[in-house]
């Protein structure tokens, strides 16, 4: 069972504009989310997946192969389901390319219960919430996870609402999970993903994965401490040389 994993990369940030090129330890932003993909060992070719020239020189470059893409493409997944369509591949996992300190044993524990389910059409990584600004940041999605182990609901504002909070830090009170921006799809779910509308809640909150629960459809949630960092702006690398959090 082959195991694609695409990075979709484009220039386009309107918080940090060029960040993909950005450069970090002498090499692109995107070089250091390209290596940690590729040394998972259940990802059988690893692609970053954009419509710049420039991104894809720049790739080449540091080694990675690349797929050039539609520029009319709206979201990453549309970009990474356009990549499938010419690659192939029967489970596809969709990195963010500003997602960093992601750790290839993580990506494979949730490749390996893919191959053991195949009932599993969706899945996604959160960890654990710890600290209030974590929690209140809206540029951290927080997401809900119900007995079955599958994703109840995602969204920018704290959830679930406490409505009797103590004094102390909230996060000390629930059990809250940050959602970590890797989605893995089976091919068929994929192809049936790209084919939905965009619905009004994916809209409201500006999260793709929402559509996938609007239109019925279940993700699996694997919750473990991965000490990824999300890149916004260039205040963020401080984080990332610390290791996260």
């Known amino acids: ?13 309107t918080r940090f504009p060029r960040k993909v090129l950005y450069p970090w330890q002498g090499q692109p932003l995107l070089y250091h989310v390209w290596r940690q993909v590729t040394r998972a060992k259940t990802v059988d070719r690893v692609v970053i997946a954009t419509d710049s020239k420039e991104i894809e020189q720049a790739a080449l470059g540091f080694g990675a192969e690349v797929v050039r893409t539609s520029a009319k493409c709206q979201t990453g997944t549309d970009r990474v ?6 690659l192939g591949g029967e489970i596809v996992i969709n990195v963010q390319a500003d997602s960093f300190n992601l750790s290839p044993a993580g990506l494979d524990k949730v490749v390996t219960a893919m191959k053991k389910d195949r009932g599993v059409q ?8 710890t600290s209030d600004e974590e929690l209140f940041d809206p540029n951290k999605v927080k997401v809900a996870v119900g007995s079955d182990g599958n994703a ?8 679930p609402y406490i409505q009797k909070a103590e004094e102390k830090p909230r996060c000390r009170q629930f059990p809250f999970l940050l959602h970590i921006g890797i989605y ?3 091919a068929a779910a994929l192809g049936r993903y790209v084919g939905w509308p965009r619905t009004a809640m994916e ?3 500006s999260l793709e994965q929402l559509r996938i629960l609007e239109h019925g459809g279940r993700i699996r949630l694997f ?3 991965m000490k990824s ?10 984080r990332l040389a610390g290791g996260g959090r």
């Open 1 to 13: 069972m082959r195991t694609l994993a695409v990075i979709p990369a484009r220039l386009g940030s």
């Open 223 to 225: 919750v473990m401490n």
């Open 203 to 205: 809209k409201a909150e």
């Open 81 to 86: 389901a356009e990549a499938h369509r010419k």
């Open 229 to 238: 960092v999300t890149i916004d702006s260039p205040a963020d690398l401080t």
């Open 184 to 186: 893995f799809f089976r």
């Open 152 to 159: 109840l609901w995602f969204s920018r504002f704290p959830i």
């Open 122 to 129: 969706f899945a996604t990584i959160a960890r654990p919430i």
